[in-house]
């Protein structure tokens, strides 16, 4: 059974990283693109990154380039993204996604990935 799991999310100052992992299971990671999403309350699911299935290509969002990178570890079954400067506006639910594709879609469109964890908790406050 395809299944995700997301793990490191907490309370940090705004200035502060976390590390979100993505643990995958029940699948070939190495043929599926993997995305991460952020949903604050109230809020429509937004895309941050996507990291092809080899790895070799990534995207972001506007707001976080510069700020988040996106890695993956296939022999592990892992994604990871890590999150340096987070501002408050970076507070929201994050979800790790699978799309039964390797490539990055165009665009950082949540209709298109297939499987979901259940996702992980980041807050930045001050």
């Known amino acids: 059974q395809l299944q995700l799991v997301e793990s490191g999310g907490g309370l940090v100052q705004p200035g502060e990283s976390l590390r979100l992992s993505c643990a995958v299971s029940?699948?070939?990671?190495?043929?599926?693109?993997i995305g991460w999403f952020r949903q604050a309350p109230g809020q429509q699911r937004v895309g941050v990154s996507c990291?092809?299935?080899?790895?070799?290509?990534?995207k972001y969002g506007d707001s976080v380039k510069g700020r988040f990178t996106v890695s993956r570890e296939n022999a592990k079954n892992m994604v990871y993204l890590r999150m340096n400067s987070l501002k408050p506006e970076d507070t929201g639910k994050y979800f790790c996604a699978a799309r039964q594709f390797a490539m990055c879609p165009r665009d950082l469109d949540p209709a298109r990935y297939d499987y979901w964890g259940q996702g992980t908790q980041v807050t930045v406050s001050s």
């Open positions: 990291i092809t299935g080899s790895g070799a290509s990534t």
């Open positions: 029940g699948f070939d990671l190495d043929h599926y693109a």
